[in-house]
């Protein structure tokens, strides 16, 4: 697919490619069930063209080093891939020669853990931590996947990691379906006084309720993340194919653009471009 033409350039910062298995994706549940099939760069192609997005970002799915080396493949024939959120074990004493082959492809821009999966005190471990402090010596960011009662097992994970790039993803799943702002907004506030900590304006439309979600009642959360990051630091993602459960992928980027609308140029190229290139190195 050949990118449609946009000044400025605009980045989806967060979405997925799989060849789906119940094994490996047992946390699509039956309220997911429509995204229970594959989907590969022919499914996004189009996608993304209708919506006018020029590159995307791919993130792991799976917590294996044949995810990291399948999105590098699909990125490697897709030149509008821009840039692969790959999975390493961070905890292995030898992670250093396990990150400097994959390093060595420049569309590998980041690494992530589902941390979301694990108990606070996984971010406290001397391996986990070790690990993490490799990143910098290969220029990589870490995307940062918490549940918003993680929120401050994630301040301490930061702070032991002043000089590190990280990407918080989907705002750090607050709890929309209940309509409880705090003490997620507290929380997110606090992170984001980091200055190397970047933000995803992706995955809120799924932590609300599927079907009956409303712009009046996401709002809220995506004020939130705006006024704690700046448009300097929060960028667009779609979290695709996920969404699709509850919202299209235009209509997801309307969603957004009707958020940023207010906004000047300048600070609506960075929510969709400018913060996505800085945190992620992109040229």
């Not at 990143?135 to 990691?161: C, G, K, M, S």
């Not at 799943?173 to 929380?187: S, V, Y």
């Not at 409303?214 to 709002?219: A, L, V």
């Not at 957004?256 to 300048?266: C, G, I, N, Q």
Request: aromatic content about 10%; some cysteine; glycine content about 2%.
């Amino acid at each position: 697919m050949a990118c449609s033409i946009h000044n400025p350039m605009r980045i989806d910062a967060h979405h997925h490619f799989w060849h789906y298995t119940p094994d490996e994706y047992g946390w699509i549940d039956d309220a997911m069930a429509a995204i229970r099939r594959d989907f590969l760069p022919a499914d996004l192609a189009p996608e993304i063209s209708a919506a006018g997005i020029d590159a995307v970002i791919s993130v792991q799915a799976r917590q294996t080093l044949a995810e990291t080396e399948f999105l590098l493949d699909q990125a490697q024939h897709n030149p509008w891939i821009a840039g692969v959120v790959g999975w390493v074990p961070l905890i292995a004493p030898n992670v250093a020669a396990i990150l400097a082959p994959l390093a060595a492809n420049p569309r590998l821009r980041s690494v992530r853990h589902v941390l979301q999966a694990e108990p606070d005190s996984y971010m406290d471990r001397p391996d986990f931590n070790a690990g993490l402090a490799q990143l910098r010596e290969f220029n990589l960011t870490y995307d940062l996947l918490v549940y918003h009662p993680q929120l401050p097992a994630a301040i301490r994970l930061v702070d032991r990691h002043p000089d590190q790039i990280f990407v918080l993803d989907h705002i750090a799943k607050p709890a929309i379906r209940a309509g409880e702002l705090e003490p997620w907004k507290r929380d997110l506030a606090e992170l984001a006084r980091r200055p190397n900590v970047f933000c995803k304006l992706s995955g809120v439309v799924t932590e609300a309720d599927y079907k009956t979600w409303t712009y009046d009642q996401i709002f809220p959360y995506m004020e939130a993340a705006l006024e704690a990051f700046t448009p300097s630091r929060l960028m667009f993602g779609s979290d695709w194919p996920v969404s699709r459960v509850a919202v299209t992928y235009s209509d997801w980027v309307r969603t957004v653009e009707r958020f940023a609308a207010p906004l000047s140029a300048a600070e609506r190229e960075a929510l969709f471009h400018a913060t996505a290139a800085q945190a992620y190195r992109l040229t």
